[in-house]
């Protein structure tokens, strides 16, 4: 508990000295300022802890797309995915999202960059971007099928991207993207919420103390929903703190039994998986549009172990039969839901955390030379909130953006 840190959104300070003027981005795909390896812990192989590997050998991604811009990293955070991406999870989806063609030879993924979350600072950008030019603050989660923030730099569209709150330090930014964009993904695509509609709605969030439940409470307060949580009996303070309406304690005795004698819920979003559907969906309200939403799908354990056509067409069935069953004898819908990137909606979560509705939740940090250390913490469980790595110093990052703009601005002299 002592680590847990909900961090004020007013102490973040504007690191920038320079505003860069944004007046479109430059004609140029690289750099001439720029040596051409990083920082970066990858992995070679899939595997446990072992397997993560610092090296300062990388290339630096350079920027492939009219659209893509390059990112310095200042903080990184992580995620469940992370851990399980490491040992080889979704590699057989992933894998064809990153070579579609099959062109690539087995492995051809390794050096594998892991780290979904990044806070940092534009430092090039492709000849077609319009929204961001070099020494902007960014945030961004970066899709698994790409190289991840575990690095120095990292190359995005710049749909993925969007402008961080310009209340937090780049720690506290590198905590929120890849929840947010899962959670208003599960909330609004699946659920069916935004914020003209969620006035009162009830809503259960399972697994609520993490970093998905603490990004959703908030959320949906923002959205005048009511909001009850399962979490272990330590968590509550944290959630309450965040506005959570109704706590129950998981470990104290059956949480069905605890929940059955609540007035019934509107939408379920369930970040715990398991058996837990088997008991959630009777605590939606029949015949009337609720939702149970759950981030925990067999989709990508399928096509790990089943290959790409039986593993999907296993997860398509699997996921008709259930939506199925519970529509015609319940009258609730069975839904599943995923991560998708998505700047626009980044923007909106930006305005809602400078406004002081969404707190940063950092539990705990680590410097870039403990990758390792922080994903055994993450590995512990028992999430309160995100663990973040801090990439880069804030100077070495303004450094790296200056000199950029020192080679723009001489380009554009001659
Ligand atoms: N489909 C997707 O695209 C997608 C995207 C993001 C996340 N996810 C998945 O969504 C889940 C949540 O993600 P996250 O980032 O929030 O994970 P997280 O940060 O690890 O949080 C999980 C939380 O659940 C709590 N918990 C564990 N068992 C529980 C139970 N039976 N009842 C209530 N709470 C329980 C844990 O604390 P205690 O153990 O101390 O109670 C922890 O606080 C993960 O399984 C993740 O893999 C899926």
Redesign the pocket.
């Given at each position: 508990m002592a680590l847990i840190r909900l961090l004020c959104l007013f102490n973040g300070k504007t690191v920038w000295s320079k505003t860069l003027a944004r007046t479109g981005c430059r004609n140029v795909c690289s750099s001439p300022s720029r040596l051409q390896s990083m920082s970066a812990w990858v992995i070679d192989q899939y595997g446990s802890s072992g397997v993560l590997r610092h090296t300062e050998e990388i290339a630096i991604p350079s920027i492939n797309f009219a659209n893509e811009v390059l990112i310095k990293v200042s903080a990184a955070s992580l995620?469940?995915?992370d851990v399980n991406m490491r040992g080889g999870y979704g590699a057989t989806l992933l894998n064809l999202r990153r070579d579609p063609l099959s062109v690539m030879s087995s492995f051809s993924e390794f050096p594998l960059i892991l780290g979904r979350d990044l806070s940092g600072v534009v430092v090039d950008c492709g000849s077609e971007v319009t929204h961001f030019a070099p020494g902007d603050e960014v945030w961004a989660a970066v899709p698994p099928w790409k190289q991840g923030s575990l690095a120095e730099y990292v190359t995005l569209t710049e749909y993925e991207v969007s402008y961080k709150p310009k209340s937090l330090s780049h720690i506290e930014a590198a905590s929120i993207p890849y929840?947010a964009n899962?959670a208003l993904s599960a909330l609004v695509n699946a659920g069916g919420l935004c914020r003209e509609n969620s006035l009162n709605k009830r809503v259960l969030i399972?697994?609520a103390?993490?970093?998905?439940?603490t990004f959703s409470i908030q959320l949906l307060k923002t959205w005048g929903a009511h909001v009850t949580v399962?979490?272990?009996q330590n968590?509550e303070g944290l959630v309450r703190g965040l506005g959570a309406d109704e706590v129950v304690d998981?470990t104290a005795g059956d949480v069905a039994e605890q929940l059955e004698i609540m007035e019934k819920f509107d939408v379920i979003l369930d970040?715990?998986?398991g058996d837990t559907e088997e008991w959630a969906m009777g605590l939606l309200k029949p015949w009337s549009g609720a939702k149970y939403v759950t981030?925990?799908?067999p989709l990508l354990l399928n096509t790990d172990s089943m290959g790409l056509l039986d593993g999907t067409l296993r997860a398509g069935l699997t996921l008709h039969n259930k939506a199925f069953q519970n529509i015609t004898s319940a009258g609730v819908f069975y839904r599943w839901?995923?991560?998708a990137p998505d700047g626009p909606t980044l923007d909106e979560v930006s305005q809602l955390v400078d406004a002081g509705k969404i707190l940063p939740v950092v539990e705990a940090q680590f410097p870039f030379t403990q990758v390792p250390q922080a994903f055994q913490k993450l590995e512990q469980?028992?999430?309160?909130g995100k663990t973040v790595v801090k990439v880069a110093e804030d100077d070495e990052v303004i450094n790296a953006a200056e000199s950029e703009q020192d080679v723009h601005e001489t380009l554009q002299q001659h």
């Amino acid at each position: 508990m002592a680590l847990i840190r909900l961090l004020c959104l007013f102490n973040g300070k504007t690191v920038w000295s320079k505003t860069l003027a944004r007046t479109g981005c430059r004609n140029v795909c690289s750099s001439p300022s720029r040596l051409q390896s990083m920082s970066a812990w990858v992995i070679d192989q899939y595997g446990s802890s072992g397997v993560l590997r610092h090296t300062e050998e990388i290339a630096i991604p350079s920027i492939n797309f009219a659209n893509e811009v390059l990112i310095k990293v200042s903080a990184a955070s992580l995620n469940p995915l992370d851990v399980n991406m490491r040992g080889g999870y979704g590699a057989t989806l992933l894998n064809l999202r990153r070579d579609p063609l099959s062109v690539m030879s087995s492995f051809s993924e390794f050096p594998l960059i892991l780290g979904r979350d990044l806070s940092g600072v534009v430092v090039d950008c492709g000849s077609e971007v319009t929204h961001f030019a070099p020494g902007d603050e960014v945030w961004a989660a970066v899709p698994p099928w790409k190289q991840g923030s575990l690095a120095e730099y990292v190359t995005l569209t710049e749909y993925e991207v969007s402008y961080k709150p310009k209340s937090l330090s780049h720690i506290e930014a590198a905590s929120i993207p890849y929840v947010a964009n899962t959670a208003l993904s599960a909330l609004v695509n699946a659920g069916g919420l935004c914020r003209e509609n969620s006035l009162n709605k009830r809503v259960l969030i399972t697994g609520a103390s993490g970093g998905v439940g603490t990004f959703s409470i908030q959320l949906l307060k923002t959205w005048g929903a009511h909001v009850t949580v399962t979490c272990s009996q330590n968590a509550e303070g944290l959630v309450r703190g965040l506005g959570a309406d109704e706590v129950v304690d998981y470990t104290a005795g059956d949480v069905a039994e605890q929940l059955e004698i609540m007035e019934k819920f509107d939408v379920i979003l369930d970040n715990v998986g398991g058996d837990t559907e088997e008991w959630a969906m009777g605590l939606l309200k029949p015949w009337s549009g609720a939702k149970y939403v759950t981030l925990v799908s067999p989709l990508l354990l399928n096509t790990d172990s089943m290959g790409l056509l039986d593993g999907t067409l296993r997860a398509g069935l699997t996921l008709h039969n259930k939506a199925f069953q519970n529509i015609t004898s319940a009258g609730v819908f069975y839904r599943w839901a995923f991560y998708a990137p998505d700047g626009p909606t980044l923007d909106e979560v930006s305005q809602l955390v400078d406004a002081g509705k969404i707190l940063p939740v950092v539990e705990a940090q680590f410097p870039f030379t403990q990758v390792p250390q922080a994903f055994q913490k993450l590995e512990q469980g028992h999430a309160r909130g995100k663990t973040v790595v801090k990439v880069a110093e804030d100077d070495e990052v303004i450094n790296a953006a200056e000199s950029e703009q020192d080679v723009h601005e001489t380009l554009q002299q001659h």
